[in-house]
T-cell receptor, first 113, second 116 residues
Framework: DVKVTQSSRYLVKRTGEKVFLECVQDMDHENMFWYRQDPGLGLRLIYFSYDVKMKEKGDIPEGYSVSREKKERFSLILESASTNQTSMYLC????????????FGPGTRLTVT | GDSVTQMEGPVTLSEEAFLTINCTYT??????LFWYVQYPGEGLQLLLK?????DKGSNKGFEATYRKETTSFHLEKGSVQVSDSAVYFC???????????????FGRGTQLTVWP
């Protein structure tokens, strides 16, 4: 089974802090994705990566950056956390090629106070 | 651009009732279509998928048929259980055109609650 893990299930940070959310997948998948999930808005794509050191902006990249130094790990960085970044963050991966379904981690619920 | 519209919730049913959650899509080309389920406190799990017109995806008693003529992929289950209570998301893939490399577009989700 594909396993996608996220470093924390719950995280509380203060406004202005730099926040790192880590995601690791164990199936040698090419593509990795970061979403945020908010009530009534569904899932919105923040960034994705299709190779090591490669990244593309999704629909809401402002206030975020990402890093992919190794194939299995994809990090989401909040450079200066703000209260409007309080949300559930979901990481996903997919093998690439002609396989389009994504496999999700359990999510990190981030609260910025 | 590509998009998914799904039935707004919440949906509340009694156990053993019939379930339909509507999903329609807008896309160029021939996307793959998915239903994901999210149980409380968890991430999303793939429930079923269909990759071409007239395909029927099925899993755990849930079914959905890819209808190109109506651009729909409605989720159905004949007899729901309390354990089916969750949020359901419809999604499509843009099939990897250009640099977007198979990203998924999600509907806003439908909360289903099943009472005993």
């Amino acid at each position: 089974d594909v396993k996608v893990t996220q470093s924390s299930r719950y995280l509380v940070k203060r406004t202005g802090e730099k926040v790192f959310l880590e995601c690791v997948q164990d199936m040698d998948h090419e593509n990795m994705f970061w979403y945020r999930q908010d009530p009534g808005l569904g899932l919105r794509l923040i960034y994705f990566s299709y190779d090591v050191k490669m990244k593309e902006k999704g629909d809401i990249p402002e206030g975020y950056s990402v890093s992919r130094e190794k194939k299995e790990r994809f990090s989401l960085i909040l450079e200066s956390a703000s209260t409007n970044q309080t949300s559930m963050y979901l990481c996903a991966s997919n093998p690439g090629g002609r396989t389009y379904e994504q496999y999700f981690g359990p999510g990190t619920r981030l609260t910025v106070t | 651009g590509d998009s998914v519209t799904q039935m707004e919730g919440p949906v509340t049913l009694s156990e053993e009732a019939f379930l339909t959650i509507n999903c329609t899509y807008t896309a160029t080309g021939y996307p793959s279509l998915f239903w994901y389920v999210q149980y409380p406190g968890e991430g999303l799990q793939l429930l079923l998928k269909a990759t071409k017109a007239d395909d029927k995806g099925s899993n755990k008693g849930f079914e959905a048929t890819y209808r190109k003529e109506t651009t729909s992929f409605h989720l159905e289950k004949g007899s729901v259980q309390v354990s089916d209570s969750a949020v359901y998301f419809c999604a499509l893939s843009d099939q990897g055109r250009g640099s977007t490399l198979g990203r998924l577009y999600f509907g806003r989700g439908t909360q289903l609650t099943v009472w005993p």
